[in-house]
């Protein structure tokens, strides 16, 4: 069964920085690419960040240069470090595993964690 749980977010200034957490169990983390999307309010979820089980990386157009997806192995975690955070990042942000070629995941959505960037 798929289960990750997202933390790590807050209310930071514009400029500032955060580093959000998604914990998976160690069957659910080994083998699977893992993503981190976000929802602002009153639009859709979007992709922001992948990493695969070889920790090959990709990057929505909007955050490349300023948000870094990372993995350990070790803690079954991924990570997302965002840097030089802008008011338009603030969302909820969701992690999970995105089924190749589409849109869905596998699983649900977890309740995710809220990111507000002050101006």
């Known amino acids: 069964q798929v289960q990750l749980v997202e933390s790590g977010g807050g209310l930071v200034q514009a400029g500032g920085s955060l580093r959000l957490s998604c914990a998976a169990s160690?069957?659910?983390?080994?083998?699977?690419?893992i993503a981190w999307y976000r929802q602002a309010p009153g639009k859709q979820r979007e992709l922001v960040a992948t990493?695969?089980?070889?920790?090959?990386?990709n990057y929505a157009d909007s955050v490349k240069g300023r948000f870094t997806i990372s993995r350990d192995n070790a803690k079954n975690t991924v990570y997302l470090q965002m840097n030089s955070l802008k008011p338009e990042d603030t969302a909820t942000y969701y992690c999970?595993?995105?089924?190749?070629?589409?849109?869905?995941?596998?699983?649900?959505w977890g309740q995710g964690t809220q990111v507000t960037v002050s101006s």
């Open positions: 999970a595993l995105p089924v190749a070629g589409t849109n869905l995941i596998r699983g649900s």
């Open positions: 160690r069957s659910t983390f080994t083998t699977n690419t």
């Open positions: 990493i695969s089980s070889g920790a090959s990386t």
